[in-house]
């Protein structure tokens, strides 16, 4: 038996609006980034090549605050059958096994209202001394 593995092209202006779309950003606004010679309809068009720029893609990824590599190498074929296989019912089920259990939130929820209460203490001591000092300063002129 032979194996032969695709290697389908990864189209990058897809994968570029699968990106923007997932988090929720337009087009619009990726051309005011972009600069002045970019609008709406150059992003429409880019989103529709097979292969973009290294120069614009590094910068529209640092738009969205993703790797480059990202955009070129996303295969929604491969992330779809990744879902698919660890998201199944068993997987789901034992899920709860294999998670961190927080055993004592109550102490947890005390610890960080105490932190609280010192940290609210500290700032007024602070705002205590700006006042005696503020208030020097007033005598002295």
């Known amino acids: 038996m032979t194996h032969t593995t695709s290697n389908p092209k990864i189209h990058e202006g897809r994968n570029l609006k699968r990106f923007r779309e997932m988090l929720g950003i337009k087009q619009d606004f990726l051309a005011f980034e972009l600069g002045e010679e970019w609008n709406q309809q150059k992003i429409s068009l880019l989103e529709q090549r097979e292969k973009i720029d290294s120069d614009i893609l590094e910068q529209v990824s640092a738009i969205l605050k993703i790797p480059a590599e990202a955009i ?33 939130p109550v102490e947890k929820i005390m610890q960080l209202h105490e932190e609280k209460i010192a940290l609210y203490e500290r700032m007024l001591k602070e705002k205590d001394e700006m006042m005696a000092r503020l208030e020097r300063m007033m005598k002295d002129k």
Do not use: V
């Open 72 to 104: 070129r190498n996303f295969d929604e074929e491969k992330a779809m059958t990744f879902i698919s296989n660890t998201f199944n019912e068993s997987t789901i089920g034992n899920s709860f096994i294999y998670g961190t259990i927080n055993s004592q």
